[in-house]
Structures are given as structure tokens and as C-alpha cells.
């Protein structure tokens, strides 16, 4: 009997041995990750109590109204000096509604009910701090060949003339991770020398090991484009006998902090407002500076 108990408690350490083997602590099911540190366990600056606070004020600001614009009208637009974030995402990747979450909950992004709809370029500017700029989703197949043309030609525009715009949010879902078109408009920024932050949007849809799963994929994702970018770089360069030709190179210019968000469940989503808010803070005290210049 000893000898059949003894047997038992043997196989149930080592299946407990084998399970706590195969469980893996999801620690990147986090807010945010420092793509550059994902071991970081030091609280980032911009997450102090007193910058939590500026970005729940900034994004409570009064929004002032601003003309909407699409294809046949953005050649008109004429960008503000206020510093400007904008969000791109594919449709139904959830802009509206995480500009709606960074905007304390109201409603002021409409999302339209049908997919690749949407044609036009909104901006919310809140009071002289910081303006968001919502850009119509892409690649929704379903859609006429003009407006995938007009897509392109508001955004070509629109990237053209935001002299001030500072950073670029690349909105996507989680479910789905990225598609050919979320690489077409990273190339774009690339290209544009436009810096970009991810965020992978309703995690709400998944478990925290789910989570930390499609966290190992998208880093992976990220580090294989970057060595993409490099070697285009390295190789952008050529001797032909006496000619020296020299092509333009372009920077990887990637936020290192990566965002998980929910603007369902409000994960992620305090800590975003307090990440933007430094680039409001930022300008703003650039500003200052140089009006203490002029005083003197």
C-alpha cells in the first residue's frame, strides 16, 4: 500500500513539475512595453503621478472646432502651430472609440456603421495644447477603386503639409495583428520621417496569456521589419566605376513604448494620455523659452 501512495505522490510532482514548466508567467500582458527593455521594471518618467494628472487635464480641454476635409478639399488645409498626434488603423480597428476613451469618454469621434465608409479627415484640437487627427481606416476590400484613390491622395496631402504633426499612432487589432496595408503605411512614415508608435487595440477580446502570446508575435514582427528597413538602408548606397551614387536612407523612428488598449475596459488607457501628454508639455515649454527669449 506505502509502495502505491509512494508511486502516486511520484507522478503528481512530476506532472505539477511538467505543468509549472510548460506555464509561462504572462509578463508582457501589460499597458505598455519598452520595446527596447522588456524587462524594464522602473516606472517611466512620464508616469509619475503629477504627469497623469496634465494628461487627464490636457485631454479634458474644450475642444475647438475645426473644418473637415477629404480628398477634393485637403489642399486647403492649413495646419495650426499646436503640436499634432495622428491615428491611422485600418477600418473598424477601433479609432473612434479609443479617441473617444483619450478624450475622457465623449463622444466626439462617430464611427460609421459601415466598413470603409468613412472619407474624411477630422481634427480635434484641445485648446493650445494638443490636436488629434483622425484619418478615415483602410483596407476594407469592399470598397470602390476611387475611394481607395481619394484614401491616398487625403493622406499623401495631409502628411505633406503637417509640418508640426509629432507623432504618428499606428492603431492595430489585436485579433488580426498586421496586414500588407498596415506595412504600406508604415513604409509611408518611413519614408516621410514621421515618427510612429504602435498600439494593438481590444484586448479586451483576450485572456492575459492570450495576450503575452500575440505580444511575443508582434515584437517579433517589429524586429523583423526593422531589419528590413536596415538592410534597405545599407544597401541604398553603390559605387559604378568613377560614380559614386548615393540614394536617401530613412530612420526606423519607432516610439519605444508599445501600448495594449482597451477602450471598453479603460485598460491602457491612462497610461497612453500621460505618454502623449509630454509631447503637449514638451511644446509647451518650448514655447515658453522662447517667449523669455524675446523679453529679454
Request: with cysteine; proline share 3%; hydrophobic share 40%.
Amino acid at each position: 500500500m506505502h509502495v502505491y501512495i509512494n508511486v502516486l505522490v511520484c507522478i503528481y510532482v512530476h506532472m505539477y513539475i511538467y505543468l509549472c514548466a510548460r506555464t509561462v508567467t504572462p509578463y508582457l500582458a501589460k499597458p505598455f512595453l519598452n520595446i527596447n527593455f522588456l524587462n524594464a521594471e522602473e516606472r517611466p518618467f512620464w508616469l509619475s503621478d503629477k504627469n497623469v494628472e496634465k494628461g487627464h487635464l490636457i485631454f479634458s480641454s474644450k475642444i475647438i472646432a475645426y473644418p473637415v476635409y477629404v480628398a477634393q478639399t485637403i489642399h486647403k488645409y492649413n495646419p495650426s502651430n499646436i503640436p499634432q498626434i495622428a491615428i491611422f488603423g485600418r477600418s473598424n480597428v477601433g479609432k473612434s472609440s479609443l479617441i473617444n476613451a483619450l478624450l475622457n469618454y465623449r463622444d466626439v469621434a462617430q464611427a460609421s456603421k459601415t466598413p470603409g465608409r468613412t472619407r474624411h479627415l477630422f481634427v480635434f484640437n484641445l485648446m493650445s495644447y494638443l490636436s488629434i487627427v483622425d484619418l478615415p481606416g483602410y483596407g476594407y476590400a469592399q470598397v470602390s477603386k476611387e475611394l481607395r484613390n481619394n484614401w491616398s491622395i487625403l493622406i499623401e496631402e495631409y502628411l505633406n503639409k503637417a509640418k508640426n504633426l509629432k507623432r504618428a499612432l499606428c492603431l492595430i487589432e489585436c485579433t488580426e495583428l498586421f496586414t500588407p496595408h498596415d506595412f504600406v503605411l508604415l513604409d509611408m512614415l518611413i519614408t516621410k520621417r514621421i515618427p510612429f508608435q504602435i498600439i494593438i487595440t481590444k484586448i479586451d477580446k483576450l485572456k492575459a496569456q492570450e495576450l503575452h502570446n500575440i505580444m511575443i508575435k508582434v515584437l517579433s514582427i517589429i524586429e523583423n521589419y526593422k531589419k528590413k528597413v536596415k538592410v534597405f538602408n545599407e544597401s541604398s548606397s553603390n559605387k559604378k566605376g568613377t560614380t559614386h551614387i548615393k540614394k536617401e536612407t530613412y530612420e526606423f523612428n519607432i516610439n519605444e513604448y508599445l501600448f495594449n488598449v482597451s477602450s471598453l475596459k479603460h485598460f491602457g488607457i491612462q497610461e497612453l494620455r500621460a505618454n502623449l501628454s509630454i509631447i503637449a508639455m514638451d511644446s509647451l515649454n518650448a514655447r515658453n523659452r522662447r517667449n523669455n527669449e524675446v523679453m529679454k
